[in-house]
């Protein structure tokens, strides 16, 4: 641990490396969700090790995320155009709506509260026994208050020690974990309905993240945009009828409903939901059937949703027009094939599966 205050100054060297990468990155044309990977991996393994080693100046922490955030969204290291969700929102646990990308700032509180829980533990340690003969000495640890006269650092643990308490981490527990203390200061309990089935694994990486975007109404649909004042233009150009909403894309719109009876149809699923969020609902709650089929469901939806929307933009774009047969003959060679790798299948399955 730093016995110093840590100047923003110092971390420079931090956020260039992760420039220096990204800058790398940015050149190949990377997908939202292979960014997303590239984040998570790496930006965060290099963050993690400086966060338990120093605490990490507000404006340090900003500087990474601004870094994090322009390169998930814009594929580049510094960008001040708009994110399609906030940056608060990504980072929140999966179950919660949030992509479970790491949170910072929370991290380096759970890490830094190791020493907080070893003081507390009087861990056998040099350092642990002179705050304890300096400051502490013979008061409690959980209700000791700093003097004026004490040190930043020091003055920033008791800060940290009454954060943890707070949010009633238990600082004489056995072992301290950094992961199961950040989970505990990341949960607040307000889960979602969909995230089994719009992250399921038998979708494509880059398929969940636009199923991802879409269950939260976050994609830049005409009705966004012209409510934005980025465009005049609302109607759909899949069906020349109606205002492209979130609602109407998935799968109110003539073009996309046709597709998606059709693929419910092949799988015999007798759904017949054509709302997004009542779909999923069903798929991940109500439906009673065996996981692979569940698993099935869900996949087909996240390609028929990512198919929409590609093929929404390349007429929007290049008047290029693909038919609803296509479509469907293509999901079906895809997911068909994807869904034998992701898992075990039982017998009965295979055979399903396999007279499809
Ligand atoms: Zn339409």
Redesign the pocket.
Known sequence: MSPKQIHPNDCEKLTDKMCARIKMWSSRNLSYAGRLQLVNSVLMTISSYWCQIFVLPRKVIQGIIGVCRAFLWHGTYSSHKMSLVAWDEVCKPKQEGGLGIRNIHIWNLAAVGKHVWAIANKEDNLWVRWVHTIYIRDQSWVGYRPTQICSWIWKLFCKIKDDLLEKQIDLHSNKYSIKQVYDSLTHTGGKVHWDKVVLNRAALPKQQFLMWLSIRGRLLTRDRLSRLGMSTETS?C?????E?THL??FFQ????RECLSRLMQWMDCRTQHNDLHQLVNWIGRNYKGSRLRRQLYGAVVSALAYRIWQTRNDMLWNQNRISADSIVREIQYVVKNRIQFVGRMSSLDKEWIDAL
């Open positions: 759909c899949l069906c020349q009828s109606g492209e109407h894309l719109c003539s073009f996309s």
